[in-house]
Each structure stands twice: as C-alpha cells, then as structure tokens.
T-cell receptor, first 113, second 114 residues
C-alpha cells in the first residue's frame, strides 16, 4: 500500500518504562489481528494475536488492545528492555481473505538504557 | 514442525545481472507462499503470492518475477537487476483456511545492487 514508501515512525522509551505502540487499521471487515516484531536484519516474528470478539489479550509482558469502534489496535510492552528494540508491525485479516494479510506501516521502537 | 528456509542471506549483484532467490518450506503441504520486499527503514511491500503450484499473483508491476515449480518451493527472479531492486527480501508462508492465520517469515535476503 501507500505506507510502504514512508519512513517508519519512531518511539524512544527508557529501559524499564512501559511502551505503547499504536496502529490504525483500515478494513471494517477485519476480524483477526496480529502484532509482529522485526529485529534488525531478520524476518518479522509473531508476538501476539487477537480476534475481533475480544478487546484485550495478554501475553508475557505484552498486551494487545482492540477498539473496533475507531479501528484502533495497540501493543503495550511492560518494563521495556533493550531486547525489545525492533520494528513492530500490526497486521489485519478479514474472514473473506484470510490468505492475504494487510500490514501496517510499522513503528521503530528504540529502548534507551 | 514447520520451517522456512531462505537463501542466500546476503547478495551483492551488479546492475544488469540476473537474480534468483529461493525459498523452501518444510513440514506442511500446500502452503500459501509470499514474497515481500522491504526498503531500508520502510514497511513491507507484497510482491507476489501463490496459493498453489504454478499459480502466481503479482501485486505490483516491476522488474521481478516469481515461480512455484514445486509445492513448497518459491523462487524470485529477475533477468536484469536495477539499482532500485536493492532491498531486504522476505519469503513467508501461511496455512490457508485453518485455525491460526497469519504468516511465518523466513530470515530474509539482503540484496544490494551496485
């Protein structure tokens, strides 16, 4: 989409603080969402997912919040560590097209020691 | 368990030379396969995807082509590379119409065209 040509937005967080990464999704029909983490020079890796029948899901140090009313997704990372420095992508899928994932533009998280 | 292999990890090629990047998946049958490109500091751009042998869908017009000669093999090619083809190329697979969705990505190939 259009976002692939834009520089990634960046977020700088002090080590130990909580991080919040936001994502606005585009398709009202999307009913499944994933957050990916991409470390430098590597492929994106699955972090956590959430279905549209939920508004919150928690993992280890991560929480995903879904607000379908405003089509907004967020990833919260508790007690951010240097190893959390990476680019984070949200992804959305609709029941009619689970074979094609729509990725958000990504956010670069930088953790300050 | 399912794994995805992508090679080479890095590649430096002169302008006008051909390209062949290979991706193979193990541990699953009839996966959907994808090629993405990522420019430095940018997002993920879908180039091609395939839902079966010989079935290729192109998302953007470009200097590249893709082929799927076998069920678990996906190849990205170019006859003549351009400087603008430089980037980080990612292969991914997904299991269609089943349980958990989304992609599993390979480790990527860093292509520099000089």
């Amino acid at each position: 989409g259009e976002s692939v040509g834009l520089h990634l937005p960046t977020l700088s967080v002090q080590e130990g603080d909580n991080s919040i990464i936001n994502c606005a999704y585009s398709n009202s029909a999307s009913d499944y969402f994933i957050w990916y983490k991409q470390e430098s020079g590597k492929g994106p890796q699955f972090i956590i997912d959430i279905r549209s029948n939920m508004d919150k899901r928690q993992g280890q140090r991560v929480t995903v919040l879904l607000n379908k009313t405003v089509k907004h997704l967020s990833l919260q990372i508790a007690a951010t560590q240097p190893g959390d420095s990476a680019v984070y992508f949200c992804a959305e899928m609709a029941k009619t097209s689970y074979d094609k994932v729509i990725f958000g533009p990504g956010t670069s998280l930088s953790v300050i020691p | 368990s399912q794994t995805i292999h992508q090679w080479p990890a890095t590649l430096v090629q002169p302008v006008g030379s051909p390209l062949s990047l290979e991706c193979t998946v193990e541990g699953t049958s009839n996966p959907n396969l994808y090629w993405y490109r990522q420019a430095a500091g940018r997002g993920l751009q879908l180039l091609f995807y395939s839902v079966g042998i010989g079935q290729i869908s192109s998302e953007v017009p470009q200097n590249l082509s893709a082929s799927r000669p076998q069920d678990r093999q996906f190849i990205l090619s170019s006859k003549k590379l351009l400087l603008s083809d430089s980037g980080f190329y990612l292969c991914a697979w997904s299991v269609p119409r089943r349980g958990r969705y989304g992609y599993t990505f390979g480790s990527g190939t860093r292509l520099t065209v000089v």
